[in-house]
């Protein structure tokens, strides 16, 4: 007898609507799994033969064969256990077809039968909603994910003889209450523990408040480090839909912990400069999210730049304009989200205290290689570059009252708000968003600002990225004075944070 049940796969961050199909005819007794599965999707043969004996089910030896539909689309992981096994059984008619239509089924099944847990849960919830699924079955460990995604109803089950039971009976376990858990603010450092640096606060506050990226120069031990991690504690947190968004690609990654389904945080990642391309960028066989993928609606620190390998920092080219990175293989092509606000810090040569001639140890050549590490390219893609001076002493350890994050973070939610209410049912969110056309939409400049920005054009040799980069900073820091039309003031503050370019690079 032929049946089929409803299952998912995961391509890229999506949860793709399967079909399980199982046929059970005489002939040679054999368990045949097609539809371009992998080999661990071929081993469900055994895993599901074993859990039924084990679980007390006994099937007459038949012919079995099961299609995983359709079959021009590669399917991998564990998650089709359960889903193979509950068609097995309508085929043999142990289950009415009908009591899995509309009924989407995912999880690993143990040897002894139990459910266990398994990625990408919440995508294929979505997915299963999309398709106008009324429940889905899933492990007990991810009911409180499945959970988050209202309209459908969530069964979580620990065995096959619950998820059967269910099926027959059209009856949930009698499971504990699930509630949606939010994950507690992650600790950060207080911008009030930041003595001196004014220059660096103002920018890191402009580089929130527009989500510009950020690169901060100096030599070791003046705070860059520090004011990286002080800068979590400023960023507005997500909103439901972004933390849907962002939960997604963190349950893909199988990065989700089982008691914290949602993220409300804007997540903060800093990858070791010891990072291969595939893992900063997302790849393998089976493509996953790589860590700027993970650090989407929120921010990507990278300590010490030039230590990271060239090949490695220039994967960021593309997915800082284009905010999603592009991964093709032959049996398919994945687009993963990366919209998120890179932050950077770096010495200007390898002993750290270049241009300080009196302590840098460097030779000219060596300084010119070391600087040499980042592209121009990858330069001009950075909104704000600043350096950190050195702390004096008397800074470093004066009793005062500096502004605490979350005085900062009011002040960014209000500029955040202003860019929200003036792109409402544009696709720009923030001032780093716009393109050529939005520049010359909403950062237009009167005649003495455009004379201002032809000759630091002209002196400072930038190039046409450059420029528009200036022109979205300088509209910031307009939105931080309540100015509705870009001034003289804010051009050249957003034209100081350019200058290192010149400033620094022999």
Not at 123 to 145: D, F, S, T
Not at 179 to 196: A, K, M, R, V, W
Request: aromatic share 6%; net charge neutral.
């Amino acid at each position: 007898m032929f049946s089929r049940i409803l299952s998912a796969a995961i391509c890229g961050i999506e949860g793709l609507p399967i079909q399980v199909e199982a046929d059970v005819s005489n002939g040679l007794p054999g368990f045949t799994m097609v539809g371009d599965v992998s080999a661990k999707v071929r081993e469900a043969q055994d895993r599901v033969m074993t859990a039924f004996r084990n679980s007390k089910i006994r099937l007459q030896p038949q012919r079995i064969t099961v299609n995983l539909s359709p079959a021009d689309v590669h399917k991998d992981g564990t998650g089709f256990d359960l889903p193979v096994a509950l068609a097995v059984l309508m085929a043999y008619q142990l289950i009415s077809p009908d009591a899995a239509r509309g009924v989407m089924a995912v999880g690993e099944l143990s040897l002894n039968g139990a459910v266990m847990g398994v990625r990408g849960v919440l995508p294929m919830v979505q997915a299963a909603k999309r398709a106008g699924c009324r429940a889905c079955i899933l492990p007990r460990e991810n009911q409180e994910e499945g959970d988050l995604i209202p309209g459908i109803e969530i069964i979580g089950v620990a065995s096959l003889e619950e998820a059967v039971s269910c099926l027959k009976d059209g009856k949930a376990p009698q499971n504990r209450e699930c509630t949606p858990y939010y994950i507690e603010e992650t600790q950060s450092l207080d911008f009030s523990c930041l003595n001196g640096q004014s220059v660096l606060r103002r920018a890191a506050e402009i580089a929130v408040s527009g989500r510009h990226n950020f690169l901060m120069v100096g030599p070791p031990g003046a705070g860059k480090s520090m004011l990286a991690k002080c800068v979590p504690g400023i960023l507005p947190p997500l909103t439901r839909e972004e933390s849907l968004e962002v939960s997604a690609i963190y349950s893909v990654a199988g990065l989700l912990p089982v008691s914290q389904p949602l993220v409300t945080r804007p997540p903060f990642r800093a990858p070791h400069h010891t990072i291969s391309a595939q893992a900063l960028a997302g790849g393998g066989r089976i493509p996953r999210p790589g860590e700027i993928s993970l650090a989407h609606k929120g921010v990507l620190f990278l300590d010490e730049l030039p230590e990271f390998r060239r090949e490695t920092l220039e994967v960021l080219r593309q997915p800082m304009e284009e905010k999603k990175v592009h991964i093709a293989r032959v049996h398919a092509n994945y687009v993963f989200p990366a919209d998120c606000m890179v932050l950077g810090a770096m010495n200007l040569c390898r002993c750290g205290y270049f241009p300080d001639l009196q302590h840098c140890t460097c030779s000219e050549q060596e300084i010119r290689r070391y600087q040499n590490r980042i592209s121009q390219p990858l330069l001009d893609r950075m909104d704000i570059c600043v350096e950190a001076g050195k702390v004096t002493y008397e800074e470093l350890t004066s009793v005062q009252e500096n502004e605490s994050s979350a005085t900062i973070q009011r002040r960014v939610e209000q500029v955040s708000r202003i860019q929200q209410e003036r792109y409402q049912g544009t696709r720009f969110r923030f001032n780093a968003d716009l393109d050529a056309e939005g520049i010359r939409q909403y950062c237009q400049i009167g005649e003495k600002e455009q004379s201002i920005l032809r000759e630091a054009y002209q002196k400072l040799g930038l190039t046409a990225r450059a420029c528009h980069r200036i022109l979205k900073v300088a509209r910031t820091i307009a939105d931080m004075e309540y100015k509705e039309k870009i001034q003289e003031d804010q051009l050249c503050e957003a034209i100081s944070y350019r200058i290192f370019e010149n400033q620094f690079r022999r």
